[in-house]
């Protein structure tokens, strides 16, 4: 399965709703999408898994949604630390992950 | 505290071999599946191997299928993935991750910092 990210690039201020995109070249199976947020010279860290489960520790203000093959990762209000690159990841057929997005401060 | 710990990355000639470990601690090794994830310069994510919780599975993508071999320890809290017939293209920042639950189809929820793999001539 085939993930697809967009934009590429999303230029925001602080305080701005961002929405990601994560399609799918075929249904992902039982929802299992998951997002990870990496910070430059940083591993990833899961921020949701199941479509919309926000791992430990995730504030509420990121949530997933989405099924069969378009997901959507949504950050309410951003904040100062959340400007970084995403990416989704499916893990029900021959793991793959997209190609990310990075959220840059306008 | 959760921890995994890479080791065994290097500078490689094209053709050459290498083995990376990952030690880990801070959880029960032996239930939980685990992976390795590869990340080339300024790219994305890809998922390279994974393996289930006893070592019983293994999963590899085509790009490395027949190359690269994933196994583990779990008497000594350790995995590997010996990499052979290395390509220019391998280049990239290895990670070691486990998974959720004992199967490979379960979110990655703990990542270690990686070990840099450079093959060149």
């Known amino acids: 399965i085939v993930l697809t990210q967009s934009p590429g690039t999303l230029s925001l201020s602080p305080g701005e709703r961002a929405t990601l995109s994560c399609r799918a070249s075929?249904?992902?199976?039982?929802?299992?999408l998951a997002w990870y947020q990496q910070k430059p010279g940083q591993a990833p860290r899961l921020l949701i898994y199941?479509?919309?489960t926000r791992a430990t520790g995730i504030p509420d203000r990121f949530s997933g949604s989405g099924s069969g093959t378009d997901f959507t990762l949504t950050i309410s209000r951003l904040e100062p630390e959340d400007f970084a690159v995403y990416h989704c990841?499916?893990?029900?057929?021959?793991?793959?992950f997209g190609g990310g997005t990075k959220v840059e401060i306008k | 505290e959760v921890q995994l710990v890479e080791s065994g990355g290097g500078l490689i000639q094209p053709g050459g071999s290498l083995r990376l470990s990952c030690e880990v601690s801070?959880?029960?090794?032996?239930?939980?599946?685990m992976n390795w994830v590869r990340q080339a310069p300024g790219k994305g994510l890809e998922w390279v191997s994974g393996?289930?919780?006893?070592?019983?599975?293994?999963y590899s993508a085509d790009s490395v299928k027949g190359r690269f071999t994933i196994s583990r320890d779990n008497s000594k809290s350790i995995l590997f993935l010996q990499m052979n017939s290395l390509r220019v293209d391998d280049t990239a920042l290895y990670y070691c991750?486990?998974?959720?639950?004992?199967?490979?189809?379960?979110?990655?929820?703990?990542w270690g910092q990686g070990t840099m793999v450079t093959v060149s001539s």
């Open positions: 991750a486990k998974n959720q639950l004992s199967v490979v189809t379960a979110p990655i929820d703990i």
């Open positions: 801070g959880f029960t090794f032996s239930k939980y599946a």
């Open positions: 393996i289930s919780d006893s070592g019983g599975s293994t």
């Open positions: 075929q249904s992902v199976s039982s929802g299992y």
């Open positions: 199941g479509e919309s």
């Open positions: 990841h499916q893990y029900g057929s021959s793991l793959t």
